[in-house]
């Protein structure tokens, strides 16, 4: 945003400067192909769309998911299977990506309304603005004619200005003549009026919202005014980890991650964090170059290039990062080192999927909290529903604008073994699990012994259902329609 006393500007272009479009956007080009040059006439372009209608995405089939956990929760003796967590999948069904990270910025907002103010302050302990210094402060332009006359200019200028349109340009021209050049600008108002919106975009306002808005519309806002033009693109990051040991979480990452790739067609990267004892490797006979654990010794070093050198190309869609699995060398890295590992890989891949050890430090907590999806595997024990309520806690009280962590409930139905029923386990939890993985050892040790994965080598089992409805709840759309094997194929196969 720029002021009288700083820049003479045409009235009649727009200061492209702040969030300026960018040519080649870089999209996937399974996403290319599907667009219709109808639907980019000249005159679906005549006005700036003000009202952005709703995201259309392949519609999220909760009742096919329900059905399809019919066995594994008959198989756990129950009388129903329980439903998706509402809130988790209205939160997660339809995203395809996600928002882009906030840099180590300065933000200062001035507020009219307290409602607003509130609101803002509320996202300043969001995780995705963990790296900026955030102000807020009630009493509009005037409190905030008076801070920036003494003070330097942030790299992010938020207005609450409730007034008329008029008096809006009015306030927005007296805050300007204090506001460097280069400084983006967001704008709350309070009219829906496209002539103002075109006024706005003349004087370098970057964004304008008009409420009622929710703390994620302004996030997402400030998100996009920093995403990277060269580099636009972002995938979404699922952090999947057990409850406690030996809950089968490895597999349910491994398992999901392939279904992601081979049954969903998403392009999807997995990375096995558990750097001396990952099965990433060895469960899909796959060696790396070099292991997650000697990347995050230089981390710093590698770009995004080597990065794709290095990654596993497992099958068109599946890539795979794993884990060396060795004990002669000390493999310690610290957060920053997986924070820029897993920044690289979202930066080529829509999804991936990270598959974390039983361990609780620094790095790890931050991985957990930075995710975009979260998913706890937990078997029906006491001591995974204790742990299991520690972390939902945890990850709740520090992602207050996210979706609550996932659940899966694996091994249900070990014979002779004492179990919590799924009812009261989810009870104690707050939330429903989105998937019961029953316990049948032969269906999981056939595949092992086949080198495969469960839903590979046994598609029509209850387990392999249950595992596919995590891999749905993530991505929120359908699988694509299996080929039917001609015989040639089937021959040619033997």
């Given at each position: 945003?720029?002021?009288?006393?700083?820049?003479?500007?045409?009235?009649?272009?727009?200061?492209?400067?702040?969030?300026?479009?960018?040519?080649?956007?870089?999209?996937?080009?399974?996403?290319?192909?599907?667009?219709?040059?109808?639907?980019?006439?000249?005159?679906?372009?005549?006005?700036?769309?003000?009202?952005?209608?709703?995201?259309?995405?392949?519609?999220?089939?909760?009742?096919?998911?329900?059905?399809?956990?019919?066995?594994?929760?008959?198989?756990?003796?129950?009388?129903?299977?329980?439903?998706?967590?509402?809130?988790?999948?209205?939160?997660?069904?339809?995203?395809?990506?996600?928002?882009?990270?906030?840099?180590?910025?300065?933000?200062?907002?001035?507020?009219?309304?307290?409602?607003?103010?509130?609101?803002?302050?509320?996202?300043?302990?969001?995780?995705?603005?963990?790296?900026?210094?955030?102000?807020?402060?009630?009493?509009?332009?005037?409190?905030?004619?008076?801070?920036?006359?003494?003070?330097?200019?942030?790299?992010?200028?938020?207005?609450?200005?409730?007034?008329?349109?008029?008096?809006?340009?009015?306030?927005?021209?007296?805050?300007?003549?204090?506001?460097?050049?280069?400084?983006?600008?967001?704008?709350?108002?309070?009219?829906?009026?496209?002539?103002?919106?075109?006024?706005?975009?003349?004087?370098?306002?970057?964004?304008?919202?008009?409420?009622?808005?929710?703390?994620?519309?302004?996030?997402?806002?400030?998100?996009?005014?920093?995403?990277?033009?060269?580099?636009?693109?972002?995938?979404?990051?699922?952090?999947?980890?057990?409850?406690?040991?030996?809950?089968?979480?490895?597999?349910?990452?491994?398992?999901?991650?392939?279904?992601?790739?081979?049954?969903?067609?998403?392009?999807?990267?997995?990375?096995?964090?558990?750097?001396?004892?990952?099965?990433?490797?060895?469960?899909?006979?796959?060696?790396?170059?070099?292991?997650?654990?000697?990347?995050?010794?230089?981390?710093?070093?590698?770009?995004?290039?080597?990065?794709?050198?290095?990654?596993?190309?497992?099958?068109?869609?599946?890539?795979?990062?794993?884990?060396?699995?060795?004990?002669?060398?000390?493999?310690?890295?610290?957060?920053?080192?997986?924070?820029?590992?897993?920044?690289?890989?979202?930066?080529?891949?829509?999804?991936?999927?990270?598959?974390?050890?039983?361990?609780?430090?620094?790095?790890?907590?931050?991985?957990?909290?930075?995710?975009?999806?979260?998913?706890?595997?937990?078997?029906?024990?006491?001591?995974?529903?204790?742990?299991?309520?520690?972390?939902?806690?945890?990850?709740?009280s520090n992602r207050p604008h996210d979706s609550p962590p996932a659940m899966v409930l694996?091994?249900?139905?070990?014979?002779?073994?004492?179990?919590?029923?799924?009812?009261?386990?989810?009870?104690?939890?707050?939330?429903?699990?989105?998937?019961?993985?029953p316990f049948e050892p032969a269906v999981f040790g056939a595949a092992s012994?086949?080198?495969?994965?469960?839903?590979?080598?046994?598609?029509?089992?209850?387990?392999?259902?249950?595992?596919?409805?995590?891999?749905?709840?993530?991505?929120?759309?359908?699988?694509?329609?299996?080929?039917?094997?001609?015989?040639?194929?089937?021959?040619?196969?033997?």
């Amino acid at each position: 945003m720029s002021g009288p006393a700083s820049a003479k500007r045409d009235p009649d272009a727009q200061d492209w400067s702040i969030g300026e479009e960018a040519d080649e956007l870089g999209f996937p080009q399974e996403a290319l192909d599907s667009f219709d040059e109808a639907d980019f006439a000249d005159d679906a372009f005549a006005e700036p769309a003000f009202d952005t209608p709703a995201f259309e995405s392949p519609a999220f089939d909760e009742a096919g998911v329900v059905a399809g956990l019919a066995g594994a929760a008959a198989a756990a003796g129950l009388a129903e299977p329980p439903p998706i967590a509402e809130r988790y999948v209205a939160a997660n069904g339809p995203e395809i990506g996600a928002e882009h990270p906030i840099p180590r910025i300065t933000i200062a907002a001035y507020c009219d309304r307290p409602d607003v103010a509130s609101l803002l302050m509320s996202i300043g302990k969001d995780r995705r603005l963990a790296k900026a210094t955030m102000t807020v402060e009630t009493g509009g332009v005037t409190t905030g004619v008076a801070r920036l006359s003494t003070q330097a200019s942030p790299n992010l200028l938020i207005l609450d200005l409730g007034g008329t349109p008029g008096a809006l340009l009015a306030d927005l021209d007296r805050i300007a003549e204090y506001v460097d050049a280069g400084t983006k600008a967001l704008v709350i108002g309070a009219a829906n009026d496209i002539g103002l919106y075109r006024e706005l975009l003349k004087r370098g306002v970057s964004e304008y919202l008009v409420p009622p808005i929710q703390p994620v519309d302004v996030i997402r806002a400030i998100s996009n005014l920093y995403a990277d033009p060269d580099k636009p693109f972002v995938g979404r990051v699922a952090a999947i980890l057990g409850a406690r040991g030996g809950t089968g979480s490895s597999t349910v990452a491994q398992n999901v991650a392939w279904t992601l790739a081979e049954r969903f067609h998403a392009a999807t990267t997995l990375i096995d964090l558990d750097v001396c004892f990952g099965t990433t490797g060895l469960n899909f006979d796959e060696d790396a170059e070099m292991g997650v654990g000697e990347v995050l010794q230089k981390a710093d070093q590698i770009d995004q290039t080597y990065l794709e050198r290095l990654l596993v190309r497992r099958s068109e869609h599946l890539s795979l990062f794993p884990a060396s699995a060795a004990l002669e060398r000390d493999l310690e890295a610290g957060p920053q080192a997986y924070e820029l590992l897993i920044e690289q890989v979202r930066r080529i891949a829509p999804f991936v999927v990270l598959d974390l050890p039983h361990v609780w430090s620094r790095w790890m907590r931050n991985t957990v909290l930075a995710a975009d999806d979260v998913v706890i595997v937990a078997t029906p024990d006491l001591a995974a529903l204790r742990n299991a309520k520690n972390l939902f806690d945890v990850i709740r009280s520090n992602r207050p604008h996210d979706s609550p962590p996932a659940m899966v409930l694996n091994m249900v139905g070990v014979p002779k073994r004492p179990e919590i029923p799924v009812k009261e386990f989810a009870k104690a939890l707050g939330v429903e699990p989105i998937a019961i993985v029953p316990f049948e050892p032969a269906v999981f040790g056939a595949a092992s012994n086949a080198g495969q994965m469960v839903i590979a080598a046994a598609p029509e089992s209850k387990p392999a259902v249950a595992l596919e409805s995590v891999a749905r709840a993530l991505c929120g759309r359908e699988p694509v329609a299996r080929r039917p094997t001609s015989l040639l194929a089937r021959i040619l196969k033997r």
